[in-house]
């Protein structure tokens, strides 16, 4: 999923849970702006910490993968 993905899903579940951006950022103990950050998709602008805050607010599970062009990461691992 990309960063716009996401956020198209974040502001998705915030309209059909009918809520406002601030009031998910009240949920979760931030700013509208970050909020609108998340939604438009500039992840890069957005602590890990403050996307998970938001996520969790509106009820959404959250999964960090890693991905790499070199291989399986057990083997690497190992």
Known sequence: ???????QVIRAVRRRRGLRQTDVAALAGTSANVVSRIERGRMEEVSLRALRRVAHALEIDLAVTARWRGGEFGRLLN
């Open 1 to 7: 999923m990309t960063d716009v993905q996401l956020g």
